[in-house]
């Protein structure tokens, strides 16, 4: 079993928040960017290595390639998962990687998303996959910092 400290979405995926208050309070050495697009995008993963911690190494792995190779991931790594969509988590979960919380940080607002807490803007099709993350047995949480209360996330389908 991989041993996974946190689970989190935020679309900036990698940025100063993360890497200065989130990565230290859990306690991580691995930082994993699970996204297909990310794993692709040589650019994105560089400034994301600029931003992240000198004490944690860095991987962007697609969502089935991070389905396929977590469980070989060795005891010693204390991994920060890090989505940048609930419907990333949803794939993960479906495939079998142990997300026991998640917790929900940046979701921007744009057309077609209304906002339910400070920083997170939802779709149906959001809500719809935050339903069957519950149903799965996933516990939600909704936290901008880690010395920031918890929202409540009955916004999040309201």
């Given at each position: 079993m991989p041993n996974i400290v946190a689970t989190r979405i935020d679309n900036r995926l990698i940025h100063g928040q993360v890497a200065t208050q989130w990565a230290g309070v859990v306690g991580a050495n691995l930082l994993l960017v699970a996204n297909d697009a990310v794993a692709k995008d040589q650019f994105r993963q560089g400034l994301m290595n600029m931003a992240a911690p000198a004490y944690a190494q860095t991987r962007y792995f697609d969502i089935d390639k991070?389905?396929?190779v977590?469980?070989?991931a060795s005891?010693?790594?204390k991994i920060f998962l890090i989505l940048e969509t609930p419907q990333d988590a949803l794939r993960l979960v479906e495939?079998?990687?142990p997300i026991k919380v998640l917790n929900i940080g940046?979701?921007?607002m744009h057309e077609g998303k209304r906002q339910v807490a400070t920083s997170v803007?939802?779709?149906?099709?959001d809500v719809a996959t935050f339903k069957k993350l519950q149903d799965l047995g996933v516990t939600l949480e909704i936290q901008?910092?880690?010395n920031t209360a918890k929202e409540d996330v009955s916004k999040l389908f309201s």
């Open positions: 991070t389905i396929k977590i469980d070989k005891p010693a790594q495939g079998g990687v940046n979701m921007h803007a939802v779709d149906d099709d901008r910092t880690p």
